[in-house]
T-cell receptor, first 114, second 113 residues
Framework: ETGVTQSPTHLIKTRGQQVTLRCSSQSGHNTVSWYQQALGQGPQFIFQ???????GRGNFPPRFSGLQFPNYSSELNVNALELDDSALYLC?????????????FGPGTRLTVL | SQELEQSPQSLIVQEGKNLTINCTSS?????LYWYKQKYGEGLIFLMMLQKGGEEKSHEKITAKLDEKKQQSSLHITASQPSHAGIYLCGADQSGGGADGLTFGKGTHLIIQP
């Protein structure tokens, strides 16, 4: 059974640029959630994708967008990067028909915005 | 305002000693999750509690849920260096799962040899 994988592991961008982060779900999972974790904080929910559509969203602006593909992998896109976007971005996959639903996390992508 | 409070924020414990980490929610809990995180890495799922009074154990780690108080505690018995890391509690506070999990800020655990 393959776990959740994310790429790249590290990324450095400058303010105003755009970035795409990628996530592959654990096998058998159909839902992907994205979180942002700033230094010293707990993860904050960005959004969730199920059946290739956004299924729920946290308090993040529209410049944070995503995609889910037929194989359940996902992308997180961030436009017009700001310094405060520097964080660890975590992807979690789950199977929405499981009860209870448990999210399994990938290793994260460390984004630094200069 | 913070919806999930963890205490303590950090903990230094001598190897072999027991310890407890607490998590309190300001909203109704539909599920309480405990994760462990090594610095700068992903979260490792430990256990999930759903029903009041529920208690689960995994190796030397035990978690309990007090539904009435909307609190959970994580207890480690005979701590080892491998227990060091950041412990995060996460809550499903919407009941549907589509709003993601709300996390506390974490408890940093250091084990002294």
């Amino acid at each position: 059974e393959t776990g959740v994988t994310q790429s790249p592991t590290h990324l450095i961008k400058t303010r105003g640029q755009q970035v795409t982060l990628r996530c592959s779900s654990q096998s058998g999972h159909n839902t992907v959630s994205w979180y942002q974790q700033a230094l010293g904080q707990g993860p904050q929910f960005i959004f969730q994708y199920y059946r290739e559509e956004e299924n729920g969203r946290g308090n993040f602006p529209p410049r944070f967008s995503g995609l889910q593909f037929p194989n359940y992998s996902s992308e997180l896109n961030v436009n017009a990067l700001e310094l405060d976007d520097s964080a660890l971005y975590l992807c979690a996959s789950s199977f929405n028909r499981a009860r209870p639903v448990t999210q399994y996390f990938g290793p994260g992508t460390r984004l630094t915005v200069l | 305002s913070q919806e999930l409070e963890q205490s303590p924020q950090s903990l230094i414990v001598q190897e072999g000693k027991n310890l407890t980490i607490n998590c309190t929610s300001s909203k109704t809990l539909y599920g309480l999750y405990w994760y462990k995180q090594k610095y700068g890495e992903g979260l490792i799922f430990l256990m999930m509690l759903q029903k009041g009074g529920e208690e689960k154990s995994h190796e030397k780690i035990t978690a309990k849920l007090d539904e009435k108080k909307q609190q959970s505690s994580l207890h480690i018995t005979a701590s080892q260096p491998s227990h060091a890391g950041i412990y995060l509690c996460g809550a499903d506070q919407s009941g549907g799962g589509a709003d993601g999990l709300t996390f506390g800020k974490g408890t940093h655990l250091i084990i002294q040899p």
